[in-house]
T-cell receptor
Framework: NAGVTQTPKFQVLKTGQSMTLQCAQD?????MYWYRQDPGMGLRLIYY???????DKGEVPNGYNVSRLNKREFSLRLESAAPSQTSVYFC????????????FGEGSRLTVL | QKEVEQDPGPLSVPEGAIVSLNCTYS??????FMWYRQYSRKGPELLMY????GNKEDGRFTAQVDKSSKYISLFIRDSQPSDSATYLC???????????FGAGTRLTVKP
């Protein structure tokens, strides 16, 4: 039972490079989310997808794009990475919107030099 | 002012102690209140979940929500070394995907 799977787990980029973080869930959940976690800041929502075919901005969307490829997969793209995007990124999913029960992946640690 | 405030600690207690973790919030529209536990280098996992005000108990864990004071608490009885983790409070609105998290409190339970 894999749950939420994120790849890659670690990545080092140079300023200006692009990359895509991949996320897949096998729980048949409707909603998927991307968060970033920084020391002292807690988890902050970047983008979410309430259902297949829809995406919406969260609290900190600047510098990111997302794609809900199908019900299982939700990717996060950094088009031109900046040092301020150094963080741990978590993908999450939930069966229903607004109920609060999120299932998280193990995180992707990104360093931008 | 942050929408959700949580003392980051760190908090260190001896095994068997009662632990109290707290968060305050500013938006009275929050309806769902959660506590997540996060072990080092892992993703958060849901520990307790409460809708609106009141108490909820699950084994050694008790969650309390006081909406009049905009204050939520998590109590851990008979704390164990395996409880050593970061505890995140979280809250959200009715039918809304934008959950707001506290910064997390790092707890260490010493044998």
């Amino acid at each position: 039972n894999a749950g939420v799977t994120q790849t890659p787990k670690f990545q080092v980029l140079k300023t200006g490079q692009s990359m895509t973080l991949q996320c897949a869930q096998d729980m048949n959940h409707n909603s998927m989310y991307w968060y970033r976690q920084d020391p002292g800041m807690g988890l902050r929502l970047i983008y979410y997808s309430a259902s297949e075919g829809t995406t919406d901005k969260g609290e900190v969307p600047n510098g990111y794009n997302v794609s809900r490829l199908n019900k299982r997969e939700f990717s996060l793209r950094l088009e031109s990475a900046a040092p301020s995007q150094t963080s741990v990124y978590f993908c999450a999913s939930s069966a229903h919107r607004g109920t609060g029960e999120l299932f998280f992946g193990e995180g992707s640690r990104l360093t931008v030099l | 002012q942050k929408e959700v405030e949580q003392d980051p600690g760190p908090l260190s207690v001896p095994e068997g102690a009662i632990v109290s973790l707290n968060c305050t919030y500013s938006n009275s529209a929050f309806q769902y209140f959660m506590w997540y536990r996060q072990y080092s280098r892992k993703g958060p996992e849901l520990l307790m979940y409460t809708y609106s005000s009141g108490n909820k108990e699950d084994g050694r864990f008790t969650a309390q929500v006081d909406k009049s004071s905009k204050y939520i608490s998590l109590f851990i009885r008979d704390s164990q070394p395996s409880d050593s983790a970061t505890y995140l409070c979280a809250m959200t609105f009715e039918n809304n995907n934008d959950m707001r998290f506290g910064a997390g409190t790092r707890l260490t339970v010493k044998p």
